[in-house]
């Protein structure tokens, strides 16, 4: 479940960096697209991110579970950091 967690919050990370117009220009080529998916990146970035809070309260209880959720975030975003500052150098 934890595992369940980390990709839901891995995910709403990856949609909430690309709702920034740097990291979408980074990612894709064609920018045009950007300001009509904006707010449904960001909408649905954060629904994952909250997502992913649910199976960690399911697992451990309240207050295990949102510590746990804090600890996946970080991870999440740490790896996201990694992925958009090294992943797509060109």
């Known amino acids: 479940m934890a595992g369940v967690a980390l990709v839901l919050t891995c995910l709403g990370c990856l949609l909430l960096s690309l709702s920034l117009r740097r990291h979408y220009r980074q990612v894709f080529a064609d ?41 996946i975030l970080a991870l999440a975003a740490f790896l996201q950091i990694m992925v958009l500052t090294y992943g797509f150098q060109r």
């Not at 920018?31 to 009509?36: T, V």
């Open 31 to 71: 920018e045009s697209g950007y300001e009509r998916r904006l707010w449904s990146l960001r909408i649905t970035g954060y629904a994952l991110v909250l997502l992913g809070l649910w199976p960690c309260i399911l697992l451990f209880g309240a207050p295990i579970g949102i510590c746990l959720w804090l600890s």
